[in-house]
């Protein structure tokens, strides 16, 4: 092993033991993250949509060197009845839950509706992640000290919202919808780190953002042409994820919150999804969405 790789996996030693969920960890930035997560000792529940997909990364986490294991959930992050059924699910399972990472991801070039009526794009890449983390929210602060984090992208600072229009009904492009999932993302999680500080938990919420990588998610044939020529600026999910990782379980960021970690080092936020009235109206706005009146 190269002293690279050494330093590598001593910053990762604090994971062992851990319990750790990570959404969209069958592929991708998710599945690397999980792997190397594993190979140092943290137990990883893997969430996906598709049964045979999350079964097979499953075994190949298990069938890895590491000494902690794999276990795979099922859930349509598209659908709240579901997200709601998996943060119960993790709750009944999980004696503890030391990490959460809010990974999942799509991007669709049409308007497509949900089964609650939301845009695709905005429900899993945003809703789910912020009705998922609510609700595991008592979890959380039962294995305090406890780390939330929200993996995002490269495009969050050219997003903008349509205040009267979030789900883009009127004016849907693929790029705008996915850049303002990203960025919805990025500023509830810096206003939940927020008010997780102002309780006084040791909970603490960041936003992870590994640039550009090259996954299925960007290099698929009908994705837009700005992630096309992009490709020879991706880097690989093994990188990325090494940068999530670090993140999860790393005694550098123990402390940190509210902050934006982008290369493995903390890194300024975006103004715009530092804005504190952006963040009450999307929070209000999401309760909405999803049901969760009075938030």
Partial sequence: MNDHAQEARTRLASARGKKILITG???????????QLIAVGADVTVVGSGASK???????????????????VAADLSS??????????????LDRLDVLINNAGIISTKRVETVDGNE??????????????????????????ARILAVTAALEPFARFPWDDLQRARHYGGLRAYAQSKRALATYTIELARRLRAEGS?????????????????????????????????????????????????????????RHIMFGRRAPSPPASRSRRAASRLWKASAAATGRAGE
């Fill in 25 to 35: 960890g069958t592929s991708g930035v998710g599945l690397e993250t999980a792997r």
């Fill in 54 to 72: 999350g079964e097979a990364a499953e075994r190949s986490l298990n069938e890895a060197a590491g000494t902690g294991r794999a276990k795979f």
């Fill in 80 to 93: 709240l009845a579901a997200v709601r059924r998996l943060a119960t699910t993790i709750s009944e399972r």
């Fill in 120 to 145: 695709l794009t905005f429900a899993v890449n945003y809703l789910a992640p912020f009705v998922l983390t609510n609700e595991l929210l008592p979890l959380l602060k039962r294995s305090e000290p």
């Fill in 202 to 258: 040791a909970v603490t919420a960041n936003v992870v953002d590994p640039f550009l990588v090259r996954t299925a998610l960007t290099s698929a044939h009908d994705v837009p042409l700005l992630f096309k020529l992009a490709r020879p600026l991706m880097i690989q999910p093994q990188t990325a994820a090494h940068w999530v990782a670090g993140a999860a379980v790393d005694d550098r960021f123990a402390a940190t919150s509210g």
